[in-house]
């Protein structure tokens, strides 16, 4: 039998980018894959008109659009010249024709962009993140544009920053710029602004007939809010009209049924940031309720094993079908244009993206402990059929750990949660076990496959993992954990550790080590502070401070502020309460910090602080710090980072058994 090692990543096929053709006929989709050589993912492009076709090799690249049905256009970096291109801030777009099997140049745009929809023969919408001044490059004189770039090559040791977030993790410094949609006339080679340099905006969608453009957003004030407006582009008028600017809600998706735009949203009063969202129709600038949801859009649950993403909302003949998160998997849920709501579908494990194409709903999905394939979700039978077999072969002759159903009832709730049983169990042997911590903390643990868990299966351990309160899946209620952080959660996780190994009495309680990442990071960091049942610990991607982290993480001065219900300046006592920095001198367990120095979501002083309080206490304890990876390094980093982490993860284990 093969083992499940760190380097069984190079083997995995991630699905992404699902989409239809115009007629909707046929799907195309990009199949991406870790190159040892290059250290990245190389993806290639395929094409299914009833059968897979590989199509293009498309490098570190990956966004496409169907142009026509029988061709594609592709943004990658074919030559040298592209490169220079990108240095010069253009984008070059190649065409594909599907059926002479050609390649060759489409377009060359004036400034960093991204093809989001062929409109028509001449027109294309296009989206690019831009500052106020970056709009010279499409629209300035060579002259002007020249002497932009210099000045931005001479500026690129400083920056001037009036905004809040000043960055965002896996993106870079964003202050002062906005997310613009454009018109570009593919005869004319002219590009029309569609929302001004000072509006962001958030969702678009396009109108069946190609007549309206439909988008969520709202002015950049200096901070960046949470609310945003609704408003519609009519492309015949050249017009655009408010829907709905009264900036109350979150608006989360755009349904667009024959006469009527409704939306997914929430005016996060109740349970704040992670209050799930309810359906309204939006009608003469007020948003009607239309069909009472209160549920949790997409998919939250967690792998590792998913590189990137598609739509999770599709309109088919009479109903829009989404995806939404319950229990600890996802379930398949229609709409009807009277608000009458269906759940068509439960997916035994993660829908990671949907399309209507041909008449019938398709998938990628993870599903049990299987990698990713592209799945026909049979809406009249209610099952799921691969279409693909991509991954099939390489779980082959692998030991794959089965998760065994553990839970925890109280009166108010159950903690749902499960156990990886190790290789080659013996039940007159004793075993060590790993708690390993979901991040979030709104996202869940379910039955799908997790690289990190079955090498460490393989490798002789016990691995626990659950969903304590904090979690999705289960309503707003039991999410919601505001101003108790390691309170009721740590209560929830411990609690199942003891059910655990009660009921598994060939768990070593000596050998217990514990993990996390994000939140799961903050978790562990948290835990080893308040017992010492732990022989070691690895706490990943982490928050320690909850008061450095409101003024240091992109989503910190809104995140710190509702999930730890206080300001650094007017309630220092409750954040400090809530940071595991506060007890960091009763921590006695071996503790080793992974953190990248890119991760603006948890940025890498919370592990600084952390790191620092504990070594000058003379505790064994080591920082692994990665160069240049983010927040998503476990899920997206370079694959030779990823494997560096994984075998830190088990090495100290094994060191401090």
């Not at 498309?58 to 943004?75: A, C, I, N, P």
């Not at 991204?114 to 027109?123: A, C």
């Not at 998997?329 to 829908?351: H, P, R, W, Y």
């Amino acid at each position: 039998m093969k083992p499940m090692t760190p380097e069984t990543l190079y083997e995995f096929r991630f699905i992404q980018n699902l989409k239809e053709s115009p007629s909707g006929q046929s799907f195309a989709y990009t199949l991406a894959k870790a190159n040892r050589e290059h250290n990245t993912y190389h993806h290639t492009l395929y094409v299914n008109d009833g059968h897979n076709q590989k199509v293009l090799k498309m490098k570190e690249q990956d966004t496409f659009v169907y142009e026509t049905e029988t061709t594609l256009l592709v943004t990658y970096q074919r030559t040298k010249q592209d490169e220079a291109l990108k240095k010069e801030k253009r984008t070059k777009v190649y065409r594909y024709d599907l059926e002479q099997k050609t390649i060759c140049d489409a377009y060359c745009f004036d400034m960093p962009a991204t093809i989001l929809k062929v409109l028509d023969e001449r027109t294309l919408l296009l989206t690019s993140t831009l500052a106020p001044a970056d709009h010279v490059l499409y629209k300035g004189s060579s002259k002007e544009r020249n002497a932009y770039l210099e000045h931005i090559e001479e500026s690129k040791d400083h920056m001037e920053i009036s905004a809040i977030p000043f960055y965002f993790n896996g993106t870079g410094f964003t202050a002062g710029k906005t997310k613009q949609l454009f018109l570009y006339d593919t005869v004319l080679k002219t590009f029309t602004p569609l929302v001004k340099p000072s509006f962001s905006y958030g969702l678009v969608k396009v109108s069946p007939d190609h007549k309206r453009i439909y988008y969520t957003g709202t002015t950049d004030t200096g901070i960046r809010g949470q609310t945003t407006g609704l408003y519609v582009y009519d492309l015949e008028t050249k017009t655009t009209d408010a829907l709905y600017d009264t900036l109350d809600h979150a608006i989360r998706t755009i349904i667009l049924f024959e006469d009527k735009v409704v939306v997914a949203a929430t005016d996060m009063e109740a349970f704040g940031l992670n209050q799930n969202s309810d359906f309204f129709e939006v009608k003469n600038k007020k948003m009607i309720p239309f069909a009472t949801f209160s549920g949790s859009l997409g998919s939250s649950v967690g792998t590792d094993v998913r590189l990137a993403g598609s739509a999770m909302e599709a309109m088919g003949s009479d109903h829009d079908y989404f995806v939404q998160t319950k229990g600890e998997g996802t379930v398949l849920t229609s709409l009807d244009k009277n608000g009458k709501m269906t759940e068509v579908m439960t997916f035994k494990g993660s829908i990671d993206g949907i399309i209507w194409t041909d008449g019938r709903l398709l998938g990628v999905g993870l599903m049990g402990q299987k990698l990713q394939e592209i799945y026909h979700l049979d809406l009249e039978t209610g099952k799921a059929k691969a279409i693909t077999r991509f991954n099939s072969k390489v779980l082959e002759d692998r030991y794959v750990a089965k998760p065994q159903p553990i839970s925890v009832t109280y009166k108010t709730h159950r903690v749902d949660g499960w156990v990886l049983y190790p290789k080659d169990y013996d039940s007159n042997k004793m075993y060590p076990a790993i708690l390993d911590i979901h991040g979030g903390p709104k996202t869940v643990y379910g039955k799908v496959f997790f690289h990190e868990m079955q090498i460490w299966a393989n490798q002789g351990y016990f691995v626990m993992f659950c969903n304590p309160r904090g979690s999705d899946g289960k309503g707003n209620a039991f999410a919601d954990i505001r101003g108790q952080y390691g309170t009721i959660d740590y209560e929830d996780i411990m609690a199942f550790t003891k059910r655990v190994m009660k009921k598994i009495t060939t768990i070593d309680p000596q050998q217990l080590f514990v993990t996390g990442g994000s939140y799961g990071g903050f978790m562990t960091n948290w835990i080893v502070g308040q017992t010492t049942m732990f022989k070691a610990a690895v706490t990943q991607r982490s928050i320690s401070n909850w008061l450095s982290f409101y003024g240091t993480s992109d989503i910190g001065y809104g995140f710190a502020f509702d999930q730890a219900k206080g300001h650094p300046v007017t309630d220092t006592t409750d954040l400090w309460r809530q940071s595991p920095l506060a007890y960091a001198r009763h921590v006695k367990t071996p503790l080793l910090f992974i953190h990248s120095d890119a991760d603006y979501r948890c940025p890498i002083e919370q592990a600084m602080q952390f790191y620092t309080v504990l070594k000058e206490q003379g505790l064994k304890t080591k920082l692994l710090w990665f160069k240049e990876e983010n927040h998503e390094l476990s899920r997206s980093g370079k694959p030779k980072a990823r494997i560096k982490r994984l075998e830190a993860i088990t090495d100290w284990f094994s060191q401090n058994a």
